[in-house]
């Protein structure tokens, strides 16, 4: 599966139906500075959560960047590639596929998925793409980090959303206790990140691969 995503990775920048989004991901700063310990706080969480996707899909961190930055959705992604995997299909097929009725429940039945493949839940959300989104990322960090589902629903309770989850989940301690730290402002990712010699983009990836092969 790794080999299919990745002879379609250079198809991302284009994707033809992708779905829109005007958030920017030119982050400015990119290394931890004890003068701001939050400055690079978005690029941390957003390397993380890529280097996930990279890691489960077998898709280049640098398409990643740059179909978001053309305007992909965060949340359309991690649906395309992981209805793609699903349905054995390649990833501009998918991407056509939604393109004509914008419901993912749609492309489920046109790909032959059925809700026994796919798990109720997840076949039931075909039509909110955001909760979808959620559901995928939960059940991969089910599969790859060992967390239960108990664990995962009281963590989203506190209202992290899917990048806070993945890097606080990769850190060392309890991820509520973690993000409570930051959310109050007494700590921040970077900071977290540092302390725990976590210092760039390739030693977050690195980590993330480690946890993934132990689970």
Not at 7 to 17: H, I, K, N, R, S
Not at 150 to 175: F, H, S, V, Y
Request: hydrophobic letters at 40%.
């Amino acid at each position: 599966m790794r080999i299919l995503f990745s002879l379609f990775f250079l198809l991302l920048p284009a994707l033809v139906y992708a779905e829109s989004t005007i958030s920017c991901h030119c982050f400015q700063d990119r290394t931890f500075s004890h003068r701001d310990t939050a400055a690079a706080d978005p690029y941390f969480l957003a390397t993380t959560q890529n280097s996930f996707i990279s890691l489960l899909y077998g898709v280049e961190k640098s398409s990643l960047v740059k179909a978001k930055m053309s305007g992909t959705s965060g949340s359309y992604l991690w649906v395309l590639f992981d209805v793609a995997a699903r349905s054995q299909q390649e990833i501009d097929t998918v991407d056509k596929i939604y393109g004509k009725n914008k419901r993912w429940d749609i492309v489920f039945k046109e790909l032959k998925l059925t809700p026994q493949q796919l798990g109720e839940k997840y076949w039931q959300l075909g039509n909110n793409p955001e909760m979808l989104a959620d559901q995928i990322v939960d059940l991969q960090l089910i599969k790859q980090f060992g967390v239960s589902a108990n664990e995962l629903e009281n963590w989203r309770k506190t209202g992290m959303n899917r990048k806070e989850l993945i890097l606080a989940i990769l850190l060392k301690g309890d991820p509520t206790t973690l993000f409570n730290q930051v959310n109050s402002r007494m700590q921040t990712w970077g900071k977290l990140l540092y302390d725990q010699g976590l210092l760039d983009g390739k030693a977050i990836n690195r980590a993330l691969r480690n946890k993934m092969s132990q689970s």
